[in-house]
């Protein structure tokens, strides 16, 4: 797959049009009719129109390949074309931080880390007058269109944009490391994804080894991902950790605090009994948000999670809930911690049993995945899209998410109409959709069936070998 990214990203940029095979369902008021076709290179065209000047900006969290996208653009940009990038995400290009990006700069940033180039933020356009500054400000820059590299958010803010900017383009560039971001078959993964599942991987299974060695401690580690546990369950069936849960498997088996405690404790015994005092217990940071009683401490009540220690005559794990959101509405889920709360639980169980458990040591893996040196399935694929999303605004599309078809043999570039990618929520507000682990995932039923095996398994020779690229559903 690798290597079919690689012949794409060098060959001569592509004209796209319409598939004549494919129309996709817009169910969104505004659309222009009920279907759109998939866009894809036509065979020998290239653009051909006059000189054109493009913006770029860099919104919500950072993820592995950013930059590569801006190399990606940078090595195709034709004689006469120019693109300006905007410093600080939305909230920048709203206060007009722009500088120009020489493509000259492209060998620099070629495979490395981070968003730094160009900052970024999580500002919202929400409001007519942020459409009427946006606009603004790329006229004044005498800008034809904007690319657009964010998640489901920051996509939403561009399939807007398109409707509001008239002939100003927008092309949005899929990026999150959360996994959430798929439209399947034509996206199935964002990038910066496979980086941070590679290197979240790398990190377990270092401990995994440690604790064999040493047969001591329970390593209780939160990996990323708020509202979807791909990235855990991603290195789940990578490394085999003893003892794993998802924030989707919770809601689906309707467990409270307890029941996930007692899951622990189980897996905690039984391989004590088997002479392992030792262990790796995995979750995704959105699992605060799936039970009850740390959903409640997230919105002010103590109260259930209090009782749970209670009952045990333990003394209350009392930390300071995050506070606010950003302007997407989001809680900084990160900053609870989780991981420490249910180390205290199972002291709290040890107390009640009155029994020996394992010393635990609660891990954060979070924030150093979103900038990691890009894996080379991340680098090349943020490039193709770069390449992608510039080809589709010469092509004199807007309101279209630049993507890979990893499923057609050979890969393909092509461009989904963002008005199929929107759903209504339950407050009445259309936008993207988040795509979370289904129970009906093949993954996810895979990993439901192992699980249990992998309890009583540790570390061997050869070791794990790492996924070269992520799957395709």
């Given at each position: 797959m690798i290597a079919d990214i690689y012949r794409w990203n060098t060959a001569p940029l592509s004209y796209f049009g319409p598939d004549p095979n494919s129309r996709i369902q817009t169910p969104a008021p505004g659309?222009?009719?009920?279907?759109?076709?998939?866009?894809?290179?036509?065979?020998?065209?290239?653009?051909?129109?006059?000189?054109?000047?493009?913006?770029?900006?860099?919104?919500?969290?950072?993820?592995?390949g950013g930059h590569d996208v801006l190399v990606g653009i940078c090595q195709h940009l034709r004689p006469g074309d120019a693109l300006v990038g905007f410093c600080g995400g939305f909230g920048g290009l709203l206060a007009g931080h722009a500088k120009p990006i020489d493509p000259s700069v492209a060998p620099m940033l070629a495979g490395t880390a981070g968003f730094d180039y160009l900052g970024t933020d999580r500002t919202k356009i929400a409001t007519p007058q942020h459409m009427n500054t946006v606009q603004e400000r790329l006229v004044a820059l005498g800008l034809d269109g904007l690319l657009v590299v964010g998640g489901d958010d920051s996509n939403t803010n561009a399939i807007h944009l398109s409707r509001a900017l008239g002939t100003i383009q927008v092309i949005g560039i899929p990026k999150t490391i959360d996994g959430d971001l798929q439209f399947p078959p034509y996206l199935t993964t964002s990038f910066g994804f496979h980086t941070a599942i590679h290197h979240y991987a790398e990190r377990v299974l270092e401990l995994a080894i440690d604790a064999k060695a040493t047969q001591k401690y329970l390593h209780m580690v939160k990996l990323m991902g708020r509202n979807a546990s791909h990235v855990t369950l991603a290195v789940a069936q990578q490394v085999q950790p003893h003892m794993c849960l998802l924030s989707e498997e919770i809601t689906d088996l309707g467990w409270g605090f307890a029941d996930v405690i007692a899951y622990f404790w189980d897996g905690i015994q039984r391989r004590m009994a088997a002479n392992k005092p030792y262990g790796m217990c995995l979750f995704p940071e959105g699992i605060a948000d799936a039970i009850p009683e740390l959903r409640a401490y997230l919105n002010g009540d103590t109260t259930p999670l209090a009782a749970y220690f209670e009952a045990r005559d333990y003394p209350f794990y009392a930390v300071a809930a995050p506070t606010g959101t950003d302007d997407h509405g989001n809680q900084s889920l990160s900053l609870l911690p989780v991981e420490s709360i249910f180390a205290a639980a199972i002291d709290a169980e040890s107390h009640h049993h009155a029994c020996a458990t394992m010393v635990c040591i609660p891990h954060f893996f979070g924030y150093e995945g979103r900038s990691s040196v890009p894996t080379e399935f991340d680098q090349q694929y943020a490039q193709l899209l770069g390449k992608t999303a510039y080809g589709l605004a010469l092509s004199g599309h807007t309101g279209v998410l630049a993507s890979v078809d990893r499923v057609t043999p050979g890969c393909r570039p092509c461009g989904i109409p963002l008005a199929a990618m929107l759903g209504c929520t339950a407050a009445n507000r259309w936008v993207i959709q988040k795509r979370l682990v289904e129970t009906t995932d093949t993954a996810y039923n895979q990993y439901r069936a192992q699980k249990n095996e992998w309890l009583m398994t540790d570390p061997e020779f050869p070791r794990p070998v790492l996924w070269t690229e992520p799957p395709i559903p």
């Amino acid at each position: 797959m690798i290597a079919d990214i690689y012949r794409w990203n060098t060959a001569p940029l592509s004209y796209f049009g319409p598939d004549p095979n494919s129309r996709i369902q817009t169910p969104a008021p505004g659309s222009v009719s009920d279907t759109a076709p998939l866009l894809v290179p036509t065979q020998g065209n290239t653009p051909s129109v006059g000189p054109k000047r493009w913006g770029i900006v860099f919104s919500g969290g950072p993820a592995p390949g950013g930059h590569d996208v801006l190399v990606g653009i940078c090595q195709h940009l034709r004689p006469g074309d120019a693109l300006v990038g905007f410093c600080g995400g939305f909230g920048g290009l709203l206060a007009g931080h722009a500088k120009p990006i020489d493509p000259s700069v492209a060998p620099m940033l070629a495979g490395t880390a981070g968003f730094d180039y160009l900052g970024t933020d999580r500002t919202k356009i929400a409001t007519p007058q942020h459409m009427n500054t946006v606009q603004e400000r790329l006229v004044a820059l005498g800008l034809d269109g904007l690319l657009v590299v964010g998640g489901d958010d920051s996509n939403t803010n561009a399939i807007h944009l398109s409707r509001a900017l008239g002939t100003i383009q927008v092309i949005g560039i899929p990026k999150t490391i959360d996994g959430d971001l798929q439209f399947p078959p034509y996206l199935t993964t964002s990038f910066g994804f496979h980086t941070a599942i590679h290197h979240y991987a790398e990190r377990v299974l270092e401990l995994a080894i440690d604790a064999k060695a040493t047969q001591k401690y329970l390593h209780m580690v939160k990996l990323m991902g708020r509202n979807a546990s791909h990235v855990t369950l991603a290195v789940a069936q990578q490394v085999q950790p003893h003892m794993c849960l998802l924030s989707e498997e919770i809601t689906d088996l309707g467990w409270g605090f307890a029941d996930v405690i007692a899951y622990f404790w189980d897996g905690i015994q039984r391989r004590m009994a088997a002479n392992k005092p030792y262990g790796m217990c995995l979750f995704p940071e959105g699992i605060a948000d799936a039970i009850p009683e740390l959903r409640a401490y997230l919105n002010g009540d103590t109260t259930p999670l209090a009782a749970y220690f209670e009952a045990r005559d333990y003394p209350f794990y009392a930390v300071a809930a995050p506070t606010g959101t950003d302007d997407h509405g989001n809680q900084s889920l990160s900053l609870l911690p989780v991981e420490s709360i249910f180390a205290a639980a199972i002291d709290a169980e040890s107390h009640h049993h009155a029994c020996a458990t394992m010393v635990c040591i609660p891990h954060f893996f979070g924030y150093e995945g979103r900038s990691s040196v890009p894996t080379e399935f991340d680098q090349q694929y943020a490039q193709l899209l770069g390449k992608t999303a510039y080809g589709l605004a010469l092509s004199g599309h807007t309101g279209v998410l630049a993507s890979v078809d990893r499923v057609t043999p050979g890969c393909r570039p092509c461009g989904i109409p963002l008005a199929a990618m929107l759903g209504c929520t339950a407050a009445n507000r259309w936008v993207i959709q988040k795509r979370l682990v289904e129970t009906t995932d093949t993954a996810y039923n895979q990993y439901r069936a192992q699980k249990n095996e992998w309890l009583m398994t540790d570390p061997e020779f050869p070791r794990p070998v790492l996924w070269t690229e992520p799957p395709i559903p």
